[in-house]
């Protein structure tokens, strides 16, 4: 079945380093890519997207790539802050159920000053 | 995101009961969605609808049922069925141009005592 796998499950970093969170996915009719970002007790925020068509985009500190080849998509944060600090989940869209995404089961990013 | 709201943001239930979840959304989008979050795991979706009066099981149905009678409407009932309730439940819709980008709500927290 359709199935995302997220890594790592828990990533620690110094202020101002830079993070990578990869994902891969099952579904080659997948066309859509976005990351949340979950804070503890709060709604996931989409901060980044992507699609199919594109193979990166950035806006500001965040990056996403993608290789359709590979099925492949990765988040990469630059200059991380204390404030950066969460869940981080990554979607795709799914063949069927509508416009329905399945997730990755999320990476807790720490960044410590 | 601002336009939906889920209510209540708490809920306690007792073994054996039925519980209903609201969701609204005055975005006027077409599709709305319920999934269901568990530490340490991706958000699971549990029922989708993309039009008024039709909606689909999503992955993990058995013990909920739903509704679609108002387009900003779309209610979650957690039956006594489901055997392990206590979670996050989150409610979204997406935009009716056809976009994927999913809105969440803020989140109702379903505790079984």
């Known amino acids: 079945g359709e199935n995302v796998e997220q890594h790592p499950s828990t990533l620690s970093v110094q202020e101002g380093d830079s993070a990578v969170i990869k994902c891969t996915y099952s579904?080659?009719?997948?066309?859509?890519f976005p990351w949340y970002k979950q804070e503890l007790g709060k709604r996931p925020q989409l901060i980044i997207d992507?699609?199919?068509?594109?193979g990166e985009k950035k806006d500001q500190r965040i990056a996403v790539t993608l290789n359709k080849t590979a099925k492949h998509f990765s988040l990469h944060i630059t200059e991380t802050q204390p404030e950066d600090s969460a869940v981080y989940f990554c979607?795709?869209?799914?063949?069927?159920?509508?416009?329905?995404?399945?997730f990755g089961k999320g990476t807790t990013l720490s960044v410590s000053s | 995101d601002g336009g939906i709201t889920q209510s209540p943001k708490y809920l306690f239930r007792k073994e054996g009961q039925n519980v209903t979840l609201s969701c609204e959304q005055n975005?006027?989008?077409?599709?709305m969605y319920w999934y269901r979050q568990d530490p340490g795991q991706g958000l699971r979706l549990i029922y989708y609808?993309?039009?008024?009066?039709?909606?689909q099981k999503g992955d993990i149905a058995e013990g909920y049922s739903v509704s679609r009678e108002k387009k900003e409407s779309f209610p979650l009932t957690v039956t006594s069925a489901q055997k392990n309730p206590t979670a996050f439940y989150l409610c979204?819709?997406?935009?009716?141009?056809?976009?994927?980008?999913?809105?969440f709500g803020p989140g109702t927290r379903l505790t079984v005592l």
């Open positions: 979607a795709a869209s799914r063949r069927q159920a509508g416009t329905a995404l399945i």
């Open positions: 579904d080659s009719a997948s066309n859509y």
């Open positions: 979204a819709s997406t935009p009716t141009s056809g976009r994927d980008t999913q809105y």
């Open positions: 975005l006027n989008h077409d599709a």
């Open positions: 609808s993309q039009i008024v009066n039709d909606f």
């Open positions: 992507i699609r199919s068509n594109v």
